[in-house]
């Protein structure tokens, strides 16, 4: 393949990675009542329509909610268990990294039914969100442990005893060397999560609780029966939110972190 | 100042030989001392044990009298230059240096003031704000130098710290650090397996092999009188020469170079072996009066001084190391001459 | 930190994935022999019934079959699209470099219904593309593209396809330049380079994209179901529709067992076959 078949290959490959992408938000601006692309007439009148909508409004919240609790969980595990796993599994790493991604490796549909079997069995049942959560947390564990032990491995342990020389007790030294040095896989982890979270559809599917739909779940709902372009509203407006937040994180926290 | 004493410091990790076998030593106050040695000889783990970050087995480790075993390497008192320096990347030079002083609660006043004074002493203090990956390899080794000794601690150590710079800059180095300890007065342990560095730098040459100290003195002690022949083979080229007490003068040695008088006594008709440096011999014209003929076999030039394999009549081969003061070529004759007080001797057969 | 009170760091990951994922596994198996329930989640008894009647009937059969080659087929694809892009993306010089990287990241930034959605937009009957080829004169029918197997792997080949390019992308990264280099002044010619230099290097990536990309299309439920509109259903949707459709959740379980084991063989025959010998 010469340079320019891969290039023109390649351009290819992105259009069809935007392709549907765009093809949504191009739909969400439809003046009509039925989904078209492109668009006939321009219009954010679904946009409106979707801000009086209380149902995905609530759904919304609600992601954002499960999101929020479920990163910071597991942000806090999965460092505490990337902290362990670079610098003391020793010859156990190999296992133990295989355990803390496998939420990934096994098939969410059965993680999913066999949480759901358990959570009955014990008596928990989904009356609460506990399941979701803990589900969620499951699910977005191995990104935060994969980002943060990647930081993790280039962290030069030379630092941590460098530190100790330098009379740094163990707190001091996680918080003043450790932290900043893996603040990149920290950040990258917890947005990860979060996305990820907010992205769970299957897990949320069989362990919500009544009322406590998330946005895929009422989005997906929705399109079940409606083909009106409110959907398409609904998911610009989730897309242009993610988009603004890996940007903002990217901007104002990702400059400090590139100083080095 | 602080003294520092070793007795019979042991290191073994479980299921495997001593790393470090009962080390016993003392270094004096003010001392640049070196541990010299081949890679995993326990060089490295007696300077961690010194540091705190390794456990000790046995043994003590006292600072001025004060066993210092149990204390955690954050309350020792140590000063520490990593072999890749160790630099908080994420910290400018100022905050390095100022960490470790920030860790004994000292004031915004007398950090600034304390960080300032070193970075003069390192001469850095123009990149005070520089980040460490701004750094040239030798302002950074200056910088690791500075933040060990700008908290003052009771004594300095230095993990091969030459190691990662070119050759040009190691030896500024050398004489920078050196220049810098006896400034500053403090005692130094020194880790390296650079048997140059170790000579030129230090008041006292530890060499180690196998977790056990070889040998310990002064760097003239350790090249002119090995105790054995590992350690003269470590710290520089050598001719072994096995020979036999004469029994009728126990006080001589026959050699290649005729009889001469032993540096120590020994029993009559034992084995030895004599030590002799290659730059020991001196060479002269086939048609001088004086020395023993040999041929040239093979020659190497680097630089100012050659580096000849000779073989005498009897096919015995030496190394010989000098400036040559007339030409030779590979196949000439010479002739070989040496001084009897640069012969050492080994018992037995090395 | 010692050793001992490490361990304590570890302490809650141990006990989040004992509990809620270890446990979990071993009840579902068990609940998968369970009796149906009468307004329970299973009955008292233990039976075989739910896999015999997965096995007895072609229905089953065929679907499970049929999910198997979707992701074959998806993982394939996947394969052979991402293989060039991930070379190109690991250049450390290429125009626009950040870009093209967001573009990669940027389907797992939108969430799998949104996109699945967005294939709908395209695929359907009245979709952008069948739209465009009937406005070009290009055909007369819609094409089938919808409520298809070939559109539920269109769509999948989309979903999973970042999965697929950075694994790849970062063990094309990790190649040292002057190994490739090294080949071409023994005389490789460019294509010999990539077949028998790069290719073998990339494969720890491209050894565990594929088995990502495998295991994500076979469990993916969202993407089939949309795209299925339940006229073409595979196990994982037949799973959830036993679940809460049906509530037959003894025989939901067998049925995700069934394809999680059927499955699991599948990748680990995949990585035998493949198995790295060597290391960096």
Redesign the interface.
């Known amino acids: 393949?010469s340079r320019w078949t891969?290039?023109i290959?390649?351009l290819l490959?992105?259009i069809?990675?935007?392709?549907?992408?765009i093809?949504?938000i191009g739909?969400s601006l439809n003046a009509g009542a039925f989904?078209t692309?492109p668009p006939q007439g321009l219009s954010l009148r679904w946009y409106v329509t979707f801000f009086h909508n209380d149902v995905f409004l609530r759904a919304i919240g609600t992601s954002l909610w499960v999101a929020a609790i479920a990163t910071f969980f597991s942000v806090?595990?999965?460092t505490?268990?990337a902290?362990?796993?670079v610098?003391?599994a020793g010859k156990r790493k190999e296992w133990?990294r295989v355990?803390?991604i496998?939420?990934?490796?096994?098939?969410?549909?059965?993680?999913a039914?066999?949480?759901?079997?358990?959570l009955?069995?014990v008596g928990i049942g989904t009356k609460t969100m506990f399941g979701m959560l803990?589900g969620h947390?499951?699910m977005t564990?191995p990104f935060v442990?994969m980002n943060v032990s990647a930081s993790l491995e280039s962290y030069?342990t030379?630092?941590t005893?460098?530190?100790?020389?330098?009379?740094?007790?163990?707190w001091?030294r996680f918080r003043?060397?450790v932290l900043?040095?893996i603040k990149p896989g920290l950040i990258g982890g917890t947005l990860f999560s979060f996305?990820i979270s907010?992205?769970i559809?299957?897990i949320s599917?069989?362990l919500k609780s009544i009322g406590t739909a998330t946005?895929?779940i009422q989005?997906?709902d929705y399109?079940k029966t409606n083909y009106t372009p409110e959907?398409?509203a609904v998911?610009s407006v989730?897309?242009l939110a993610?988009?603004a937040v890996?940007i903002f994180v990217e901007k104002v926290v990702g400059l400090k972190v590139h100083?080095? | 100042m602080t003294e520092v004493r070793l007795d019979g410091l042991t290191k073994i990790y479980s299921g495997h030989k001593p790393a470090v076998d009962a080390i016993s030593l003392t270094i004096p106050s003010g001392q640049f001392v070196s541990l010299l040695g081949p890679s995993g000889c326990g060089k490295t783990t007696t300077l961690k044990m010194l540091a705190g970050f390794e456990d000790v087995s046995s043994g003590a480790i006292t600072f001025d009298g004060q066993d210092v075993v149990r204390v955690p390497a954050e309350d020792r008192d140590i000063g520490m230059v990593f072999q890749n320096y160790a630099l908080f990347p994420h910290m400018t030079v100022f905050q390095n240096l100022a960490f470790g002083l920030e860790m004994r609660k000292i004031g915004k006043a007398e950090i600034k003031r304390r960080v300032q004074a070193t970075l003069e002493m390192v001469q850095l203090d123009h990149l005070a704000d520089r980040y460490p990956a701004q750094l040239s390899g030798g302002q950074q080794q200056r910088v690791a130098i500075g933040r060990a000794l700008v908290i003052e601690p009771r004594i300095l150590l230095l993990d091969e710290p030459l190691a990662n710079l070119d050759a040009k800059l190691r030896e500024e180095m050398r004489v920078f650090i050196r220049a810098l300890q006896k400034r500053v007065g403090i005692t130094t342990v020194y880790v390296t397996h650079d048997q140059a560095e170790a000579m030129t730098m230090s008041d006292l040459v530890v060499v180690m092999f196998d977790g056990t100290i070889a040998q310990a003195g002064a760097p003239s002690e350790i090249y002119e009188q090995p105790r054995s022949a590992t350690v003269a083979g470590f710290v520089g080229q050598v001719n072994l020469i096995p020979a036999v007490v004469e029994a009728h003068r126990p006080d001589h040695v026959d050699t290649p170079f005729g009889e001469i008088p032993l540096p120590f006594p020994a029993q009559p008709g034992a084995k030895v072996t004599l030590v002799l440096r290659p730059e020991a011999v001196d060479l002269h014209r086939a048609d001088a009066g004086q020395g023993v003929p040999a041929k040239v076999i093979s020659l190497q030039y680097s630089g100012a001084i050659v580096d000849y394999v000779l073989e005498f009549a009897d096919g015995t081969r030496m190394d010989v190391k000098t400036i040559p003061r007339h030409r030779v070529m590979v196949g000439d004759e010479v002739r070989l001459s040496v001084d009897p007080s640069r012969f050492w001797m080994l018992d037995g057969e090395g | 930190m010692r050793q001992r009170t490490a361990i304590l760091l570890l302490l809650p990951a141990a006990i989040l994935l004992t509990v809620f994922l270890a446990v979990p596994y071993v009840t579902v198996i068990t609940s998968a022999f369970r009796t149906p329930g009468e307004g329970t989640p299973f009955g008292e008894g233990y039976t075989l019934g739910n896999f015999g009647r997965i096995f007895s009937q072609w229905y089953y059969i065929g679907q499970a079959l049929n999910t198997m080659l979707i992701g074959a087929i998806t993982t394939l694809v996947t394969l052979l699209i991402a293989l060039p892009v991930a070379f190109q993306l690991a250049r450390p010089k290429l125009f626009l470099r950040g870009l093209a990287y967001g573009i990669v990241l940027s389907p797992l930034l939108v969430g799998i219904v949104i996109r699945s959605y967005g294939w709908t937009i395209l695929l359907g009957n009245n979709g952008v593309i069948n739209r465009t080829l009937r406005d070009w004169g290009l055909i007369d029918h819609p094409l089938p593209l919808m409520y298809n197997t070939l559109g539920i792997i269109i769509a999948l080949t989309h979903v999973f396809l970042p999965f697929m390019i950075l694994p790849i992308m970062s063990a094309v990264q990790g190649i040292d330049p002057s190994v490739p280099a090294a080949a071409r002044s023994l005389g490789a010619k460019r294509f010999t380079v990539i077949r028998r230099v790069l290719l073998p290097l990339a494969m720890p990536g491209i050894q565990s994209g594929c088995i990502l990309v495998f295991v994500l299309s076979l469990s993916s439920y969202v993407t089939p179901a949309l795209i299925g509109g339940f006229r073409v259903k595979t196990t994982a949707v037949t799973v959830v529709d036993a679940m809460l459709d049906t509530f037959q959740w003894p025989f939901g379980a067998a049925l995700a067992l069934t394809l999680a084991v059927v499955g699991g063989g599948t990748v680990l025959i995949f990585a035998r076959l493949t198995r790295i010998k060597w290391k960096t």
């Open positions: 393949m891969l290039n290959f390649c490959v992105y069809f990675l935007m392709a549907p992408i093809v949504v739909a989904l692309f806090i595990i999965g505490m268990a902290l362990y796993y610098h003391f133990l355990a803390l496998s939420p990934l490796l096994l098939p969410e549909i059965l993680t039914v066999a949480l759901l079997f358990f009955y069995g803990v947390v499951l564990l442990f030069d030379d630092w005893m460098a530190a100790r020389s330098l009379g740094a007790k163990p001091v003043r060397i900043p040095l996305v907010f992205d559809y299957t599917l069989l946005l895929p989005l997906f399109l959907a398409a998911s989730s897309i993610t988009l890996v100083k080095f």
